[in-house]
């Protein structure tokens, strides 16, 4: 992250677009089932995001997904735990700071929606 040659922080100061598919939030929202989100939280100094994503999918569209691929699942891949990821996800969202742009993001749709409703925002503000 702080790599003065590829780190994100050179590319943000170099006035770069950052897209990350993963970042703090997933971090807190999957090991935040097993552990306290404030022994996380502080191990991630991660700048803040302008515009966080969320493709809001649900827990059973999620397992369906997972098990259509025919291999066999992870721990982090099952309904209980599952839904406390979720759940993890929502007690973040609610106390993001007000320069953080949440979208959701309905994951029902087709990537190539997602994909124009991500653009859109990104490239039309």
Do not use: W
Request: glycine share 6%.
């Amino acid at each position: 992250m702080y790599n003065p040659v590829y780190g994100l922080v050179h590319d943000l100061e170099k006035g770069k677009l950052v897209i990350s598919d993963r970042y703090l939030y997933s971090s807190l929202a999957y090991q935040g089932v097993e552990c306290e989100f404030n022994k996380i939280a502080g191990l991630n100094e991660f700048p803040a995001p302008e515009y966080v994503f969320f493709i809001d999918t649900p827990v059973q569209e999620c397992l369906r997904r997972i098990n259509g691929r025919g291999s066999e699942t992870e721990l982090f891949e099952k309904q209980e735990f599952l839904e406390r990821v979720k759940e993890n996800y929502e007690r973040i969202f609610s106390s993001l700071s007000q320069d953080v742009h949440l979208v959701r993001i309905d994951g029902l749709l087709g990537k190539e929606e997602i994909a124009k409703q991500i653009q859109d925002i990104l490239f039309n503000k």
